[in-house]
């Protein structure tokens, strides 16, 4: 099943016997530890804020012009998955079905919140990073397989690592990549992936009753005008948070990001400051990034950007590499 899944962004099952064999980092072995001692209010507060944010949205859908819609859908649900990110990884509170029960409703509709923990907690082995066939969320191919490729799959794929085939192409690609392999692994028989999609049908129609039913949203305006621009700015975030690199420190990007945007992605474009402290609330990462700016940069070798504004007039119309995957480094 690797091969059907390996420039995803997000992998399923074909690789999780190797996955499980692999030396673990202490960022995936510790992940169940990082409850906190007391509630982090702050997250609590965004993720009121958020609920109430999106329950006036749908409500008022009617009433708002397409464009605003479009603009405030976007941010609330990049919110949204920003605020699972914080939930997976055990905030706010010490309780983990209290944390999960605050994100349960499956508003952004594309994946099970189990699935999108498991894979994440295995990403996080960070000597892993970028390689296909270990981290379940790299974008990149394996030589084997792209020396294989017609050359309009390449150009594919190339056009698939521009900024602009990311966001505009990307919530397709990715959604139809994971139910492929998942639809093939419940006709498979296999009880644990069924299991989480009827758990996730479950999230997916609390969601979809306040839409539909409350709000009258017809499904293909919710999906068109709040699902596709939401998945499409958090690809936005992202879109370079990985590189190949030979040293492992050197493969995780910091993106310094307006306000705006540092809160609906909940600091991550601070990524290399995640990555090496994958237990901090959101709200504790920039001062972290403060404090040890010039170390983290030599740590992971100047990946750094001063804004999206930076990232989108390097890559909107090129691709930031060869999505081929090499552990020496950069082909």
Known sequence: ?????????????????ENKTSPQSSSVNQSKHFLPASTEWPTVWVIVAHWLSFTLLTYCYQQLPLWLIITLAAYTLA??????????HGHPT??????QALVF??????????????THLIHHNNDDLTDPKRDPESYYVSPERWKNFPYWVKQYFRFYNTLSGRFFWG??????VLFYSELRLIISGNLIALKRWLVHGTACLMALYWVMVICDIPFWDYLLFF???????????????H???????HRTVIVEACPILSLAFLNNNLHAVHHDHPGLAWYKLPKVWKAERMQILEANDQYYFSGYLEVIRRYWGRPKEEPVYSSTGRL
């Open 1 to 17: 099943m690797h091969d059907h899944c390996e420039v995803t962004g997000l992998k399923t099952q074909h690789n999780r016997a």
């Open 79 to 88: 919110l949204f998955s920003s605020l699972q990110h914080e939930v997976l």
């Open 94 to 99: 010490r309780w983990e079905w209290l944390n």
């Open 105 to 118: 409703p499956a508003i952004t509709l594309w994946i099970p919140f189990s699935l999108y923990k498991e």
């Open 171 to 176: 919530p397709v690609h990715i959604a139809v």
């Open 227 to 241: 699902v596709y621009p939401g998945l499409a700015l958090s690809l936005v975030r992202s879109f370079l948070e």
């Open 243 to 249: 590189r190949i690199a030979h040293d492992p420190k």
